[in-house]
């Protein structure tokens, strides 16, 4: 008999079940699928992820019918004992450390390799070691990437000429707009799975035990492949070409801009990122789409994420213990509870709104509004990276750890990046609208109207100074410190306002 093959709630497209010789589960093997509510007790998850992954899980059971044996368990350890007994099973690579504990802890589960990624760990192991002791930069590995699967290339040279074109991807929002002028992303459509899946939630709370954060309106993001894949074909044919230049872009009453939203189906498993980016890659020799928007979108998906899963796996278990700057302080309630409402600037109050109420936000809100007011206020970066893991719908432990503890946090102390990202309100107030209409002034970092992220920033190289002064991209922002006839003052007004609700 075929050996049954266990998937993950992250491991729902057909990739993980296609046959690939002793690499793969047997050809229409029989599957495992455990709903484990031991998930949701230990941790206070976003209400919109819960129905997600839940959603997205009895979808993919539906789908398989028969072939399917889907328990409901309190804990996996119970609900693989009830789907085989003491049978041998097969499962994918699961996506965290404490997943692969946990299989490896069970008797006759045999761990397959990782799918659902472009480029194998033996691959990355072999190209880091190549390096000989150098850095592990991003930018290497994403032309290393393209050259390998030859994507956006031509006759050995990267489209348009260069590999990156973050130039032409900078722009700010245009004037006096809220939204962009681009089609509408793909909406899926609720149905019954979706119904049972919110009446169990709601029981569950009733019940005790179980607790969420946010909230849950309908779903916004793909549940099966035949959505995933109508997310990415919309994408692709009437948003990618508008994608480059605002990438990096924020506005109020368009939390979306020209974002694909298909960060969820990827790391769900829905979409292979290998269909994501030739599809990309396609519409640009089409003439279809600017090489600056292809190559943008491509960048995201073959550079970072690949980049960012290998890390995790590349520096281990106790990467996500890193805390270079040695902040401690505890996350304060409004941003716990995502309290838009409590909080004054602008900027934040608007981008805590939007993963309140939709589990999700794209880059730059969650580096350089989100991230950057953390790093600035200097909360725990464990606690930090375990809020952006519960609070959003495309968050799994793999990809907030070097996310979070390496870029945002600079926890890593520059393993990851090579500088802290964080700013003054000047940035925001050129990327964005959101300054527009708030009681504080990007230019002013004292007194009543002082923008919390411009003093916040001053007071984080004043509190760093003799680390960041050794950076050599960091070395001219400190120096600014000495140029500040109000340095002083801005230090005591931090220190009194530091444990206040900005």
Not at 74 to 86: F, K, P
Not at 107 to 114: I, K, Q
Not at 213 to 235: C, H, K, M
Not at 458 to 471: A, E, K, T, V, Y
């Amino acid at each position: 008999m075929t050996t049954p093959h266990w998937i993950f709630g992250d491991q729902l497209g057909p990739h993980f079940l296609a046959p690939a010789g002793a690499d793969g589960p047997g050809p229409g093997a029989p599957v495992v699928m455990i709903e484990a509510r031991s998930v949701f007790r230990r941790r206070r998850f976003h209400r919109a992820k819960a129905h997600l992954v839940l959603s997205a899980m009895r979808h993919r059971a539906a789908e398989l019918g028969g072939r399917v044996t889907y328990v409901r368990a309190e804990t996996y350890r119970e609900g693989l004992r009830r789907a085989v007994g003491g049978s041998p099973v097969t499962v994918c690579h699961p996506t965290s450390h404490a997943a692969l504990r946990l299989v490896r802890s069970l008797p006759g589960v045999r761990v397959l390799p990782a799918r659902g990624f472009l480029v194998a760990r033996e691959e990355f192991t072999a190209w880091a070691e190549e390096r000989g002791g150098r850095r592990l930069l991003q930018e290497d590995f994403y032309r290393w990437v393209r050259r390998r699967h030859e994507l956006l290339m031509e006759g050995g040279q990267p489209a348009g000429g260069r590999f990156n074109h973050d130039h032409a991807n900078r722009e700010p929002p245009p004037s006096g707009v809220r939204r962009l002028d681009v089609p509408a992303p793909y909406r899926p459509r609720e149905d019954d799975v979706d119904a049972e899946v919110r009446a169990d939630l709601d029981r569950w709370e009733r019940e005790g035990g179980v607790r969420f954060v946010g909230r849950n309106g309908p779903r916004r993001f793909p549940a099966t492949r035949r959505e995933a894949l109508s997310a990415l074909r919309r994408f692709v044919d009437h948003r990618l070409a508008s994608f480059g230049p605002y990438e990096d872009a924020m506005l109020d009453d368009d939390p979306v801009m020209s974002h694909s939203l298909l960060s969820s189906s990827l790391n769900l498993g829905l979409l292979h990122p290998a269909e994501c980016v030739e599809r990309a890659e396609h519409a640009w020799r089409e003439g279809a789409v600017p090489v600056n928007s292809a190559e943008g979108f491509v960048r995201q998906v073959a550079g970072w994420r690949e980049y960012v899963w290998q890390l995790y796996w590349h520096f281990g278990e106790d990467y996500r213990r890193g805390n270079a700057l040695g902040h401690t302080a505890e996350l304060p309630e409004y941003f716990a509870e995502l309290d838009a409402d409590a909080v004054t600037a602008r900027c934040l109050a608007t981008v805590l709104a939007q993963v309140r109420d939709t589990g999700w936000t794209h880059h730059i809100p969650r580096l350089m509004v989100l991230g950057s007011h953390a790093l600035q206020r200097g909360w725990d970066p464990g606690a930090v990276t375990d809020w952006f893991h519960r609070c959003f719908v495309d968050g799994y432990d793999w990809v907030m750890v070097p996310n979070v503890v390496g870029m945002s946090q600079y926890a890593d102390g520059g393993r990851m990046t090579t500088k802290p990202y964080t700013s003054g309100g000047a940035y925001i107030n050129r990327m964005s609208n959101l300054c527009g209409g708030c009681a504080y002034r990007p230019t002013e970092r004292t007194g009543p109207r002082a923008c919390p992220y411009t003093a916040g920033y001053w007071i984080f190289l004043d509190r760093h100074r003799r680390l960041l002064s050794g950076n050599a991209r960091m070395r001219r922002a400190v120096q600014g410190l000495d140029r500040l006839g109000d340095l002083d003052e801005v230090m005591r007004e931090g220190r009194r306002g530091a444990s206040e609700v900005p």
